[in-house]
């Protein structure tokens, strides 16, 4: 068939569909925003929140007030928590690679306009990318990064441990 013989040519050229790329820009610009955006982190127990999913750990990060205090209603904690403001450039980079854990991070979380960002090379530090492990010799399935490493940020692994789903502040 035709199809079968493009697409064996674009892989040999390495040459990709147009909607493929077009994916990617996409998932580049809502990371590069995400990086450039002062994000607010809920607190819980003196530590970043998060929950747990698919095998993940994924800190809560929110766009706005507004969008924190929504998701504050949605789980019957009323509208106000304590929260750390940080640039999402330093949670990706600094604070992330920092856990002892393989971690992303849910971008308003619970709302239509939510996002994931996984662990995966592209969104942060490859030593902190789920994927680069995998790649590596002997593979990994769980974090190889250092809670005491120097790319510590303002939160440690014992910052972002045992938050899970259902856990009000």
Known sequence: MPGEATASADARTGRREPRELHAE???AATVGEFRRRLVLVPLLDGGLMSAESGGLRWIYAFTSREALAEFAR?????????????YGARL?????????????VAVDAGSEDGVLLPP??????????????????????????????????????AAAHGEGEGNGP
């Open 120 to 157: 995966v090379r592209g969104i942060v530090p490859e030593r902190a990318a789920v994927d680069a492990a995998a790649e590596a010799p002997g593979g990994g399935s769980g974090g190889s990064h250092s809670p005491d490493g120097p790319d510590a940020g303002p939160a440690d692994a």
């Open 74 to 86: 949605g789980r019957g904690d009323g509208g106000e928590w304590e929260f750390q403001s940080l």
């Open 92 to 104: 990706l980079d600094e604070v992330v690679p920092s856990l002892d854990f393989w971690c992303g």
């Open 25 to 27: 820009w996409e998932v």
